[in-house]
């Protein structure tokens, strides 16, 4: 048998997040030309292997908090009420991850769809095992795995989500990537102060990460700019750059992704 050789090369980890790719505020809307273009962007960059994650955005958040994913099941709740809520949810995600493994073939690039529905098991909403097996074995092939945020098994809940920023978070020690990139609709993370005036943090720490308020404008289950902030910290401390950026600004993510110094809130590697 011929021996397959090993690509050496550590991935970069893209998140495209629900709030860059759909209108957050309306129900089920694709931003079909950002979509295009970021599809475009990183099926530009040749010489980097990519693992690319989007989140939900108006595809699946408010489904997620109508039908309860994001929390413990409520005294007396029917438990066939949240397995259909679960269904319905990741029924809408899913029409999103069509809409983006289409967007990236037309821009040039290989998709290969990697649900972790299966592959995932949350307790009490949080990760307690993440198989990336098959996310592995779709780069060795020299295909780009895109997996996205998701209803998964829960222990405790029957069933509950797994964010994207969190999946991101999970894979780095099983990875090992060279930087994650999270794209938004926001050029970093701010600090307080009014609309428009609020300055933009270079550095993200984890005082910085917990003073940060979760509710955004729109409805977000997984934990919103805090729970982003949060988890580019965990990522530093695992050795590795995190990134937010503007997934608006042209040319900002096939420039992330080359390992240019981007513009955006950084977590940079910790010393372990
Ligand atoms: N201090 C802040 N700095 C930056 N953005 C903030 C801040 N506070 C609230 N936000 C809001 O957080 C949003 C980004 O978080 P959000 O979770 O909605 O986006 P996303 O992760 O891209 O989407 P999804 O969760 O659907 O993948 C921005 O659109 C912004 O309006
Ligand atoms: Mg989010």
Redesign the pocket.
């Known amino acids: 048998m011929e021996s397959v050789t090993v690509d050496p090369r550590p991935p970069v980890l893209v ?1 495209l ?4 790719i ?1 209108r ?1 505020r309306e129900e089920e809307r694709v931003r079909p030309k950002v979509l295009a273009r970021l599809c475009r962007e990183i099926a530009s960059v040749a010489d980097q292997r990519v693992v690319l994650l ?4 108006s595809f ?2 408010s489904g997620a908090l109508r039908f309860g994913l994001n929390r413990a099941p409520e005294g007396g709740a029917v438990p066939s009420d949240r397995a259909r809520g679960a269904a319905i949810v990741a029924g809408e995600i899913r029409r999103l991850h069509l809409t983006v493994l289409r967007e990236f073939v037309r821009a040039g690039g290989a998709p290969f769809s990697v649900p972790l529905s299966t592959h995932a098991r949350n307790r009490e909403g949080r990760p307690v095992e993440l198989d990336a097996g098959p996310i592995e074995s779709v780069l060795e092939g020299g295909m780009t795995p895109v997996s996205f ?1 998701d209803v998964v098994p829960d222990d405790a809940w029957g069933f509950s989500i797994l ?3 969190t999946i991101a978070t999970e894979l780095v020690p099983i990875l090992h990537p060279a930087r994650v990139i ?1 794209a ?3 050029e ?4 307080p102060g009014r609309s428009g005036q ?1 300055p933009l943090i270079p550095e993200v720490t984890d005082e910085i990460a917990q003073s ?2 979760s ?4 409805p ?1 289950v ?4 805090r ?2 902030a949060l988890a580019m910290c965990a990522i530093a401390r695992f050795g590795v750059d995190a990134v937010l950026i503007s997934g608006l600004t042209d040319g900002a993510l096939s420039r992330a992704i080359r390992g240019e110094a981007v513009y955006g809130s950084w977590a940079h590697a910790r010393p372990r």
């Open positions: 998140k997040g629900g709030s860059l759909t957050k989007h989140g939900a955005g699946g958040h945020g964010g994207a920023d999270f938004s609709d926001v970093g993370v701010f600090g609020r940060l308020g509710e955004g404008r729109t977000d997984t934990g919103g700019i729970g982003k």
